[in-house]
């Protein structure tokens, strides 16, 4: 059964909800914060070591509630039966969307074309699991019979993004294998990965659903031809791995039959890191990391799946980014971890929401007459608080953002940690309860900088009432990075299905690749 059609803006609910922002868009958090005692209590959702704390939103409790009854009205709790079980949600091309069955532990049986597709997702692993153990260990040799001590993935878009952002976020956990990225079709990209390797130690895993990405296989084709210079056809088979859908295109680039793993085509390119195209994350940190990373991911599907709307993370999240896109006219969203492991994830998340949700056309058919994918950026603190969050406390745009902390340190420097944690809590007060223009008054007053009161008083007032979300976790483990990815993830799904629209394709980037096709031959 395919998912249901409506247009959001007819909704009962999507009506209450104008009603309900032109009655209370003029609210002030301060003041929410001072008469209600209980508001972060109240509008936080804590699972197991993570707590999310959603208070700073311009939210009453009659907003959560209106928005949930949106959710329901739109019917997300059978949208999501749909996604967890295999339906054809993804109709615009035929296909299931089943990342999660990817991360599954439990014994339903997931059917795609009658048939199960647990059995093989669990031999994929398996096979993930020897394959990483044999190059960790330095049993694997290279065509001199040495031992591999680099790894390049070569991938673009969800071939790279993905295991690219999971391998820097989990840099701590890092085993003594180095592992590099190379995607751009730049060749001065592939030049510079390539510069300090030698051909005797370095395993290449060649990453695309389709292998005919003209990227990858331009790298692949490169790299295969460079590796050549020093090493014979014969020897392919030790240095080259792929994952792909695409067998035949694989074995004639000559992979070795038993180096390839599978992709299927009921995981999107843009969620495929919990699939084989995790092979190079398995192999920085090792199976049992890359499990789990898997399990973070499983339990957060859980909690999706069973928890009531209210306090449901994703659908808690994901309610209030559709409040200030499509109420409040917000155009884009910040994504701040506190954190410099996750310096990748701003740009990962940009694939996967934009390529996502970034969709005018309704499961009608129809233009859209509402606002629909979020623009997503954003940079790690501190360092982004001395680059663009000027604009986001001063500025003229609402900008919802979303503060990524945890609790603990993964290396100690206990100081640095205290002062990063105090700069995490900073921003979000400061951006909800600003400064008043009696606070600037009193402050210059008291420094002795009377005479500067009128000329100065205009550009120091905050006028905060800026919303943000804490997602704070305990710890940065390969297992809270799963259930972060996989937050988000759910996020995107749940607007998709407001919005009423397919999430799932992107024949958006179509017409360029054809296009530089064409220009190519010219
Ligand atoms: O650019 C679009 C896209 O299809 C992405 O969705 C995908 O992640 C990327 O290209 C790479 O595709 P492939 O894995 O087939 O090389």
Known sequence: MALKNYNPTKTNSWYKLSEHFNASQNIVLKELFQNEENRKGKFSIVLDDLEVDYSKNKITQETIDLLVELANEVELKDAIEKYFTGEIINATEGRAVLHTALRSTNEDAILVDGKDIKPKIQTTLRKIRAFSNKVISGKWKGYTGKSITDVVNIGIGGSDLGPDMVVESLKFYKNKLNTHFVSNVDGDHVSEVLRNLNPETTLFVIVSKTFTTQETISNANTIKNWFLKSASIFDVAKHFVAVSTNLDAVYDFGIDKNNVFPMWNWVGGRFSLWSAVGLSISLAVGFDHFRGLLDGAEEMDNHFRTANFEENIPVVLALLSVWYNNFYGAETEAILPYTQYLSKLPSYLQQAVMESNGKGVDRNGEEVSYQTGTIVWGSTGTNMQHAFMQLVHQGTKLIPADFIGFKTSLHGLEDHHEKLMANYKAQMDALAFG????????????????????????????????????????????????????????????????????????????LGKELAKKILKK
């Not at 009193?442 to 007032?461: A, F, M």
């Open 435 to 510: 400064k008043t223009k009696e606070e600037v008054h009193l402050e210059l007053k008291t420094s002795g900088d009377l005479d500067k009161i009128n000329s100065l008083l205009p550009y120091k007032v905050f006028q905060g009432n800026r919303p943000s979300n804490a997602i704070l976790f305990e710890k940065l483990t390969p297992k809270a990075l799963g259930k972060l990815i996989a937050l988000y993830e759910h996020k995107i799904f749940v607007q998709g299905i407001i919005w009423n629209i397919y999430s799932y394709d992107q024949f958006g980037v179509e």
